[in-house]
C-alpha cells in the first residue's frame, strides 16, 4: 500500500510538473512568440513613420514651394496691376484731353461761325443798301467780296480743321503707341502667366504624384501592419487554443489517472486487507505451531546441554588425571641421566591425540548452547568420520621435548 501510494504521489508530482512545464514553455514560446512580432511590428511602424515624416517634410516644402510662387505670382499680379493701373491712368489723361480740346475747338468754330453770321448779317445789310443806290455796279463787287469772306472764313475753318486733324492724328497714335504697348505687356504677362500656370500646374502634378505614392506606402504599410497583428493575434489565439487543449488533456489524463488510483487502492486496501487476514490467521497458526517445536527443540537442547557437560567433566577428569601422570613420568625422566638421543631408522611414529587444550575448554563453557551446536556441526561433517591416513613424522624429534608443558 505504502509503495502504491507512493506511486500514486510520484504519478501526480510528475503531472503538476508536466503542467508547469507546458506553462513554462508556453510563456516561454509566447513571449519569444511576441518579442519577434514586436521587432517586425516595430520595423513596420519605423517604416510607416519614416514615410509619414518625409511626407510632412515634402509637405511642408511643398507648402513654401507653394507659397513662394504664390508670392511670385502676387508680386507679378501687382507689377502687372500697376501697369494696367498706369495705362488706364494714361488713357483717362488723353480722354481729358480729348474732351478739352474737343471742347476748346466747339468754342472756336462756335464763335467763328457767330462772327461770321454776325458779319455777314451786317454787311448784308449794309450790301442792301447799297445796293439799292447801285444795284448793278455792287453786284460784281458784292460777289467778289462775298467769294473773298466765305473764302477767308472757310480757309479759317479748314486751318482749324487741319489742326484738329493733327491732334487726333497725334491723340490716335499716341492712342495706338499705348494700345501696342499694353498689348506687348499683356502678351508677356499672358505667356509668363500661361508658362507659370503650368510649372505650378506641372509641379502640383508631381508634388500630389509623391504624395499619392507616399500615401500609398502609407496605406499599405498600414495594411501590412494590420495583417501582421492579425496573423499575430490569431497565433496568439491558436497557441493559446493548443496550450488550452493540451493542459485540458493532461487535467483529464490527471483525473483519470487520480480515479484509476482511488480504484487501484480501494482494491490493493482490499488485497491487503484480505492478505492481512489471511496472514494473521497463518501467523497464528505458525506461532502455535513454532511454540510446540521450540518447546521440543528446547527440551532436546536442554538433554544434548547435560549431556555435554557431562561429557566435559568426564573429559576434565581423565585430563586432569593424564596431567598428573605426564608430570611424574616428566619428573622420573629428568631425574634420570641425560643421554644424547641419536635417530635410527626404527625411530617410533609420532602420534599426538586430538586433545582440546584448557584455554579452548574455558572459552567452549563460555559460549552459548547455539553457538556450541553450530560449530559442533561444522567440525564434525560427514568427513571427519571417515578413517584418517596416519602421516609419519617428517621432522625427528628428541625425547627430551616439552609436552604439554
Request: contains cysteine; proline residues 2%; aromatic residues 6%.
Amino acid at each position: 500500500m505504502q509503495n502504491v501510494v507512493k506511486l500514486h504521489k510520484a504519478s501526480s508530482t510528475a503531472a503538476l510538473e508536466e503542467i508547469s512545464a507546458l506553462a513554462t514553455s508556453n510563456s516561454i514560446s509566447i513571449k519569444e512568440f511576441l518579442d519577434a512580432e514586436y521587432v517586425e511590428a516595430n520595423s513596420l511602424f519605423e517604416e510607416l513613420q519614416s514615410t509619414l515624416s518625409t511626407h510632412q517634410g515634402e509637405m511642408a516644402l511643398f507648402a513654401g514651394e507653394l507659397r513662394e510662387k504664390f508670392h511670385d505670382s502676387t508680386e507679378h499680379l501687382a507689377y502687372i496691376s500697376e501697369i494696367i493701373q498706369g495705362f488706364f491712368d494714361k488713357l483717362v489723361e488723353e480722354s481729358k484731353k480729348l474732351e478739352r480740346h474737343a471742347s476748346t475747338v466747339d468754342e472756336i468754330q462756335t464763335k467763328c461761325i457767330a462772327e461770321f453770321e454776325a458779319a455777314y448779317e451786317e454787311q448784308s445789310r449794309e450790301e442792301a443798301e447799297k445796293l439799292i443806290a447801285d444795284m448793278t455796279t455792287m453786284v460784281s463787287n458784292h460777289l467778289h467780296r462775298q467769294k473773298e469772306l466765305v473764302g477767308t472764313r472757310l480757309v479759317d475753318l479748314r486751318e482749324t480743321v487741319t489742326g484738329n486733324k493733327t491732334f487726333l492724328d497725334g491723340h490716335v497714335s499716341s492712342m495706338e503707341g499705348i494700345t501696342t504697348v499694353a498689348k506687348r505687356k499683356w502678351q508677356d504677362y499672358s505667356t509668363q502667366a500661361g508658362s507659370s500656370t503650368k510649372e505650378n500646374a506641372d509641379f502640383s502634378a508631381a508634388k500630389h504624384c509623391r504624395m499619392e505614392l507616399l500615401m500609398q506606402k502609407c496605406v499599405s504599410t498600414t495594411e501590412t501592419a494590420h495583417k501582421q497583428w492579425q496573423s499575430t493575434n490569431e497565433s496568439v489565439n491558436d497557441m493559446g487554443s493548443q496550450h488550452v487543449l493540451t493542459m485540458h488533456s493532461v487535467v483529464r489524463n490527471m483525473c483519470d489517472s487520480n480515479e484509476q488510483h482511488v480504484t487501484e487502492f480501494d482494491s490493493t486496501k482490499d488485497a491487503a486487507d484480505e492478505v492481512v487476514t489471511r496472514n494473521s490467521e497463518y501467523a497464528v497458526q505458525s506461532f502455535d505451531s513454532l511454540s510446540e517445536k521450540e518447546r521440543a527443540s528446547i527440551s532436546g537442547i536442554l538433554d544434548t546441554a547435560n549431556t555435554h557437560s557431562e561429557t566435559i567433566g568426564v573429559l576434565e577428569h581423565d585430563h586432569a588425571s593424564q596431567c598428573t601422570s605426564i608430570e611424574q613420568k616428566a619428573l622420573e625422566t629428568f631425574q634420570q641421566r641425560y643421554m644424547d638421543y641419536e635417530p635410527t631408522g626404527s625411530t617410533p611414529v609420532r602420534s599426538e591425540p586430538d586433545v582440546p587444550s584448557k584455554g579452548t575448554i574455558e572459552s567452549l563453557r563460555t559460549m552459548p548452547v547455539e553457538s556450541l551446536l553450530e560449530e559442533f556441526r561444522e567440525n564434525n561433517s560427514f568427513e571427519s568420520f571417515q578413517v584418517k591416513e596416519v602421516k609419519p613424522s617428517l621432522v625427528p624429534r628428541s625425547p627430551l621435548s616439552q609436552i604439554n608443558h
